[in-house]
Nanobody, 123 residues
Framework: QVQLVESGGGLVQTGGSLRLSCATS????????MGWFRQAPGKQRDLVAS??????????NYATSVKGRFTLSRDNAKNTVYLQMNNLEPEDTAVYYC??????????????WGQGTQVTVSS
């Protein structure tokens, strides 16, 4: 059973920082693109950042709104991906979801979601 265990959300003031963590298994990191999505009330769930699997080269991609402020990284020893969020703005307030999407021949078509963690940025 695939598990994506998120942590690190909370309340922070404008300009502050938070680090989100998504713990999973080694095989997931090897064969799945890891991503963070966010969903604000009344809005659709949007991609924030993604990192392709170890097998696929580990390329990162960021939404325009977070480029230069957010950094997605992976710790293979801890089987965890991190989303470092700096210079946070009220517009970043949302529930953040960890996502794993198969990106190899054997895993394409499979996708998993974490339970979500709330990030609130006060002005």
């Amino acid at each position: 059973q695939v598990q994506l265990v998120e942590s690190g959300g909370g309340l922070v003031q404008t300009g502050g920082s938070l680090r989100l963590s998504c713990a999973t298994s080694a095989i997931i990191l090897r064969r799945y693109t890891m991503g963070w999505f966010r969903q604000a009330p009344g809005k659709q769930r949007d991609l924030v950042a993604s990192l392709t699997s170890v097998s696929s080269g580990g390329e990162t991609n960021y939404a325009t709104s977070v480029k230069g402020r957010f950094t997605l990284s992976r710790d293979n020893a801890k089987n965890t991906v991190y989303l470092q969020m700096n210079n946070l703005e009220p517009e970043d307030t949302a529930v953040y979801y960890c996502n794993a999407k198969g990106d190899t021949l054997f895993t394409k078509g499979s996708e998993y979601w974490g339970q979500g963690t709330q990030v609130t940025v006060s002005s």
